[in-house]
């Protein structure tokens, strides 16, 4: 699907009627559907199977249109003009006149926003009178799709329209930061947690275990549905094997996130090779270790919820 003018038209057809569409974004593609619309968001649920009490993030173009929605602070301002459009998602608290659908929020009273870099999500807001709330394009506690292939993998002709967007640039989804009261950190992404500090002149800290249901603190999540074992020095023959640098000897359970240790390289690649290994017919998995720095924070932290068991 070209980016072109006819192409938005027909996404925004289908959006207009409740329907659900896949939308890339920079961090993974999203199931999108108007924000406004109880019916659409209702859609959004079902097909992803996702727990009524796990709140959607929302996607806007525009302060303005924000601020239908939303009360903004002097924090919210100050990480926007640094980071938007991009991977950053807030939680901010909600007008009472917003016309927010409450199945976005679970009846809460705050709202996780956030503004997408990429062109065709971009152009695609822009003509819509309303908001998208789009999680990622997957079936509930499963691996996150980067490519359109991947979302009609998950659903086939059960959602109505694909917006060919490419590989997702970034392949992790985005930061989530609390700023209904003290700042904080709710889900680590892509960028540096010292890059926000340094933004809003305070200290952040990341609740890993957070009083609030935000997108990802499932036990189990981003899993490819098999088991994983991380900070690996070896695999068994059985085992797929994810490496992050070249190895001299040459196996076929050997899948590498990247030959040089580039941890942004490795997180775009993360979720293609997780669906690559599942499609192989393998039935465990082994990482080697994956330095604990910048994105590689987020990488491990995507492994290690994938790696957890259902109690």
Do not use: W
């Given at each position: ?28 593609y999203g199931l999108a559907a108007n924000a406004y619309s109880s019916k659409a968001i ?65 009846k809460k009273k705050t709202l996780a926003v956030r503004f997408p870099s990429h062109p ?192």
């Amino acid at each position: 699907m070209n980016n072109n003018l006819s192409n938005i038209k027909k996404s925004k057809y289908f959006l207009d009627k409740h329907n659900c569409i896949g939308m890339p974004t920079e961090t993974v593609y999203g199931l999108a559907a108007n924000a406004y619309s109880s019916k659409a968001i209702s859609k959004i649920f079902k097909l992803k199977k996702r727990p009524k009490n796990n709140p959607l993030i929302v996607h806007y173009s525009s302060l303005e249109m924000l601020k239908r929605d939303c009360i903004l602070n002097e924090n919210f301002t100050k990480l926007y003009n640094k980071f938007c459009p991009g991977p950053l998602t807030f939680i901010l608290k909600l007008k009472k006149d917003s016309k927010i659908s409450k199945f976005v929020t679970n009846k809460k009273k705050t709202l996780a926003v956030r503004f997408p870099s990429h062109p065709k999500a971009k152009g695609l807001l822009k003509i819509l009178n309303y908001p998208l709330a789009a999680p990622s394009a997957n079936i509930s506690s499963r691996v996150s799709p980067v490519t359109r292939n991947h979302v009609k993998e998950e659903f086939g002709k059960k959602i109505k329209y694909i917006i060919e967007g490419g590989l997702s640039k970034i392949g992790l989804e985005s930061t989530i930061i609390n700023l209904t009261g003290k700042p904080e950190i709710l889900r680590i992404g892509s960028i540096d947690i010292n890059k926000l500090s340094k933004a809003l002149k305070k200290k952040l800290l990341y609740r890993k275990k957070t009083y609030m249901k935000v997108p990802g603190q499932n036990r189990l999540h981003y899993s490819p549905g098999i088991p994983l074992r991380m900070n690996c020095k070896e695999a068994s023959k059985d085992e797929a094997f994810i490496l992050m640098k070249k190895r001299n000897n040459s196996n076929k359970n050997f899948f590498y996130l990247s030959k040089n240790k580039n941890l942004k390289e490795a997180a775009r690649n993360l979720y293609s090779v997780l669906r690559m290994i599942k499609k192989k017919g393998y039935k465990k998995i082994a990482v080697e270790k994956i330095e604990n720095k910048g994105i590689g924070l987020a990488i491990n932290d995507r492994l290690q919820k994938a790696s957890k068991k259902n109690k």
